[in-house]
């Protein structure tokens, strides 16, 4: 699929790993469940062999990437000449009672058409260990188990898969209004209903964190949108 610049991505994490997410709407880099671990997709390596998390439209499309103001919550956008869709990528962390906070092995990918109608593309290719392990999926009625030596990963889904040479691939449509719930999850076994997950739930109270923490960056004036990304972005990786 090729290579893209550094600055064509855009990056998700939870102070324990990141991904980085194209803004074609692939997840090219991650490392689970912390950020020294062995990568489940490498795309940014090695564009053959690496693996990678790809969500597109399944024709010509336009793009672009934006963060939910003051989060490290990320929205894809896609346009083609039917409609509109977004993309929304995160992983939760949020506090919960007396303050403790919650850091989940989790990737929650939300798809939704926004405007007219879009049919997209799921191309799920997880490489375990640097690609260096036998990577084996499974597909069952809820998604895909993934396991490769002492590892295992469960993408449950809302959307059907089918199996593809080492891939799985999912084909679907989607009116305005409509949306479907990825979530990859670190060290689960079987595939859980979507909604097990609670993606709206989650989404809202990391963005919630992550405004917070902005709240509390102390600079002001017209370069404040900017330190606040950077400010962000830092926090996302300690």
């Not at 798809?111 to 690609?131: K, W």
């Not at 009625?141 to 990963?153: A, S």
């Not at 990859?184 to 209903?193: I, M, Q, V």
């Not at 979507?194 to 600079?219: F, M």
Request: aromatic fraction near 10%.
């Amino acid at each position: 699929m090729g290579y893209k610049s550094i600055s064509d991505y855009g990056i998700i994490g939870n102070m324990l790993s990141a991904a980085l997410v194209g803004i074609d709407g692939s997840i090219d880099w991650c490392c689970l469940p912390q950020f020294d671990s062995p990568s489940i997709f490498a795309a940014i390596l090695d564009d053959e062999r690496g693996g990678r998390f790809h969500i597109r439209p399944q024709t010509p499309f336009k793009c672009r990437q934006a963060y939910l103001p003051n989060t490290n919550v990320l929205q894809t956008t896609f346009q083609t000449a039917t409609g509109t869709a977004t993309v929304t990528d995160f992983m939760p962390c949020y506090r919960i009672s007396r303050g403790r906070l919650v850091q989940f092995p989790e990737i929650h990918r939300v798809v939704q058409c926004t405007e007219g109608e879009m049919s997209l593309e799921v191309i799920f290719e997880p490489r375990l260990d640097y690609a260096r392990s036998e990577t084996r999926l499974d597909i069952s009625k809820y998604g895909v188990t993934v396991n490769g030596g002492t590892e295992t990963l469960a993408l449950s889904s809302s959307i059907p898969f089918a199996a593809h040479e080492d891939s799985a691939i999912s084909r679907f449509t989607l009116q305005q209004g409509q949306k479907t719930e990825s979530v990859l999850r670190y060290g689960s076994d079987k595939p859980s209903p979507s909604g097990a997950y609670n993606s709206a739930g989650k989404l809202e109270r990391t963005a919630a964190y992550w405004q917070q923490q902005a709240e509390g960056c102390a600079c002001s004036g017209s370069w404040r949108e900017a330190i606040v990304r950077s400010y962000l972005a830092l926090h996302l990786l300690v």
